[in-house]
């Protein structure tokens, strides 16, 4: 399983937008990046996943770097609600199996 | 999306007895799976739990201390053996509709505290 870095913790300021990055330079060729977020008292929830190319959906956009060894999840406006634990996941095309590691604490002030 | 229930959502229990945890889906899903969280801790795969035979354990777990059931695409049950205070720990299925590995749905958890 690919092993990911990502900082403790960072801060926003509402309705400003947000850059979490993961480095994950052991990543397998098949492997998908996935993010998901845990929100306080809840179970994870998905957030967007990508392979080489950059994605965006309604609730972020994902930009992989080139070589795949890293990749940010952008929150374009953060509220109050996405303050949570943001987890960068590298997901076997296999198995499916999602490994967590620490994530990253986001706290938005507002 | 699927929408996934447990039962129960906590309970508080006495070391050495066992608590078997449900999840019920509301669609039929190809994979389920069931995680632990400790108290300030990320969440920990404990098992693929595989419809018609046996469950597919990460390194770590053993089927006597958290023997799996999944008798359907729909239902699955952990059980936590033999538990002593170290077990206390949410405890969360999750399912994936599909085969393409694309996006997980997480059950509520149960929160189980043992004495």
């Known amino acids: 399983d690919a092993k990911t870095t990502q900082p403790n913790s960072m801060e926003s300021n509402e309705e400003e937008p947000v850059h979490l990055p993961c480095n994950h330079s052991t990543i397998s060729g098949t492997d998908y990046i996935h993010w998901y977020r845990q929100l306080p008292s809840q179970g994870p929830e998905y957030v967007i996943h990508g392979l080489t190319s950059n994605v965006n959906n309604r609730m972020a956009s994902l930009a992989i770097a080139e070589d795949r060894k890293s990749s940010t999840l952008i929150l374009h406006r953060a509220t109050l609600r996405d303050a949570a634990v943001y987890y960068c996941?590298?997901?076997?095309?296999?198995?499916?199996?999602?490994?967590f590691g620490q994530g990253t604490t986001l706290q938005v002030k507002p | 999306s699927a929408v996934i229930s447990q039962k129960p959502s906590r309970d508080i229990c006495q070391r050495g007895t066992s608590l078997t945890i449900q999840c019920q889906v509301d669609s039929q899903v190809t994979m389920m799976f069931w995680y632990r969280q400790q108290p300030g801790q990320s969440l920990t795969l404990i098992a693929t739990a595989n419809q018609g035979s046996e469950a597919t354990y990460e390194s770590g777990f053993v089927i006597d201390k958290f023997p799996i059931s999944r008798p359907n695409l729909t239902f699955s049950t952990l059980t936590v053996s033999n538990m002593s205070p170290e077990d206390s720990s949410i405890y969360l299925c999750?399912?994936?509709?599909?085969?393409?590995?694309?996006?997980?749905?997480f059950g509520p958890g149960t929160r189980l505290t043992v004495l």
């Open positions: 999750s399912v994936e509709e599909g085969q393409s590995y694309n996006e997980q749905f």
């Open positions: 996941i590298p997901t076997s095309s296999n198995t499916g199996k999602l490994i």
